[in-house]
């Protein structure tokens, strides 16, 4: 099957805010954006490609998908933040995302989709030291027109399967360019009005929930909110409530 490549005149036209750099294919656009941001690439530049054969997820795991059939996008920003907002760029990126292709968020910003709620989009945000300063990568890979057969795993989906119909791809980066543009002035000029709206694209907020910690331990509980760091809260069953920074979150079931 050979499916249509990106529209590189339609990208184009998203200057000069967004450059938009496509690659016939490469090993992971987050390598590629992180070694242009080292090299003094300005904010705004967007790196994707038809083809990413090494994709990364967190955690050292692998993101993968076939040619042309995801969108594969890192977009360097270099903010001006305190650092203790610098947490909320991830979950920024998935309020984007959520927005762009109507989804809900698994914290911190796995996208799902559909009555089973199955993942059709991952996020990796990486912060990168360079000569002019901390940059953030923000790395999004979205199953755009994958088949069912093409799944990597049976608790993934795609746009186009959950749709039922062919999927503009360009269309997609386009919206999500945008709704990055909108997530990160919210992030910058009104950080509550970002946390409400994550609050409410959020699918683990109110479900029983198990954090899984890079630790290796895990913790059960009511995930009962989000806080001013975009850590997830959760209440265990004595009351006590913890806030969770990194880990993978199972969802168990929702409140009764
Ligand atoms: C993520 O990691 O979900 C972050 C993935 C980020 C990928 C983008 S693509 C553009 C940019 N360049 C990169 O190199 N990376 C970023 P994590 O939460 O650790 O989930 C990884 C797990 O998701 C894997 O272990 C698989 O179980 C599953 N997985 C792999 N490929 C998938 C896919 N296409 N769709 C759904 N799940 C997938």
Redesign the pocket.
């Known amino acids: 099957m050979r499916r249509p490549s990106l529209q590189a005149e339609r990208l184009a036209a998203l200057a000069p805010t967004w450059q938009v750099e496509i690659l016939a294919e490469t090993t ?4 590629v954006c992180a070694q242009r941001a080292r090299d003094g690439a300005p904010e705004g530049l967007v790196v994707t490609t038809e083809h ?1 054969y090494a ?5 050292d ?5 076939p040619p042309r059939a ?1 969108l ?3 977009v360097l920003l270099r903010p001006t933040l305190p650092p203790e907002r610098w947490t909320w760029l991830p979950l920024m990126a998935g309020v984007a995302v959520a927005r762009t292709i109507e989804g809900r968020l698994k914290w911190p910003n ?1 996208v799902l989709l559909g009555p089973e709620l199955k ?1 059709v989009c ?3 945000v990486e912060r990168i030291e360079t000569p002019a300063g901390p940059a953030a990568v923000l ?3 979205i ?1 755009t027109s994958l088949t069912p057969d093409e799944l ?2 049976p608790h ?1 989906t795609s746009l186009q399967i959950e749709r039922g119909e062919e999927v503009d791809r360009t269309g997609v980066l386009v919206t999500l360019l945008a709704e990055i543009a909108d997530a990160y002035a919210l992030l910058v000029h009104d950080p509550e009005e970002l946390s409400a709206d994550y609050l409410a694209l959020s699918a683990t907020v109110g479900m029983r929930v198990r954090a899984e910690l890079p630790s290796g331990g895990a913790l059960a509980g009511t995930a009962s909110g989000i806080d001013p760091y975009g850590r997830l809260l959760i209440t265990q069953a004595d009351g006590l409530t913890q806030a969770v920074g990194a880990g993978d979150i199972v969802h168990l079931r929702p409140l009764d």
């Open positions: 992971s656009t987050n390598a990413q994709g990364r997820g967190r955690l795991r692998v993101w993968e998908m995801a594969a996008t890192s796995d993942k991952g996020i990796l790395g999004i890979g199953n990597p795993i993934a």
